[in-house]
């Protein structure tokens, strides 16, 4: 099966800093990888997503890269601002008829930004 | 959209009683899941229906747990007796699956949670 590993597990940055998450996967049959963002008290949330067709993916401040050699992809936040601090969640789903719900989860990066 | 009501948003309960957690999926999705989430084991998969039938209950821990879909409106997760290892987040998410399996619209990969419920069992 799918196994995903994600780094770091906690990181902390300045306000307007940039933060850099790094997911892994195991299955090359997967090819849809969304993110996660997950606020205290609150059920993760999707904010971006990304294909295997396509190399980078950019929404704003938020953008993710893959490279489907290596089997990683990233999570990039630019100009951090408090409200960003959540625990973010990689995920990778493989096979065209797999269904959501069974998308592989990474354990899941605490990101604290500093004011 | 209210998007994915669940209902209690905490439960505190003791060993050996009998627990119901409720979820309310998205109006006009056809995929439900139910997800427990701890420290120790992240995001666990439990079981998940389509068009109100379980397609995959491998995630369900033991026989304690039981889950039931009886229209697209509605689920529950049941755990009787319910004992202290239970204590977590439990968190329904809704999708929604084209019906044809070949088909080119992906929005079946976007998984809508609720806020989940919190379970205290002392």
């Known amino acids: 099966g799918e196994n995903v590993e994600q780094h770091p597990s906690t990181l902390s940055v300045q306000e307007g800093d940039s933060a850099v998450i790094k997911c892994t996967y195991s299955?090359?049959?997967?090819?849809?990888f969304p993110w996660y963002k997950q606020e205290l008290g609150k059920g993760p949330q999707l904010i971006i997503d990304i294909r295997s067709n396509v190399g980078e993916k950019k929404d704003q401040r938020i953008a993710v890269t893959l490279n489907k050699t290596a089997k990683h992809f990233s999570l990039h936040i630019t100009e951090t601002q408090p409200e960003d601090s959540a625990v973010y969640f990689c995920a990778a789903l493989g096979g065209y008829n797999t269904n959501a719900g069974k998308s592989t989860f990474g354990d899941g990066t605490t990101l604290t930004v500093k004011p | 959209d209210a998007g994915v009501i669940q209902s209690p948003r905490h439960e505190v309960t003791e060993m050996g009683q009998e627990v119901t957690l409720r979820c309310k999926p998205i109006?006009?999705?056809?995929?439900l899941f139910w997800y427990r989430q701890t420290m120790m084991r992240g995001l666990e998969l439990l079981i998940y229906?389509?068009?109100?039938?379980?397609?995959?209950d491998s995630g369900m821990p033991e026989d304690r747990f039981s889950a039931k879909m009886p229209n697209a409106s509605f689920s529950t997760l049941k755990i009787q007796p319910s004992e202290p290892r239970d204590s977590a987040v439990y968190f329904c998410?809704?999708?929604?699956?084209?019906?044809?399996?070949?088909?080119?619209?992906?929005?079946?990969?976007?998984?809508?949670f609720g806020s989940g419920t919190q379970l205290s069992v002392l």
């Open positions: 109006s006009g999705h056809n995929s």
């Open positions: 998410a809704s999708s929604y699956r084209p019906g044809r399996l070949n088909s080119k619209f992906r929005d079946n990969e976007k998984l809508f």
């Open positions: 299955d090359s049959a997967s090819n849809y």
């Open positions: 229906f389509n068009n109100n039938v379980p397609i995959d």
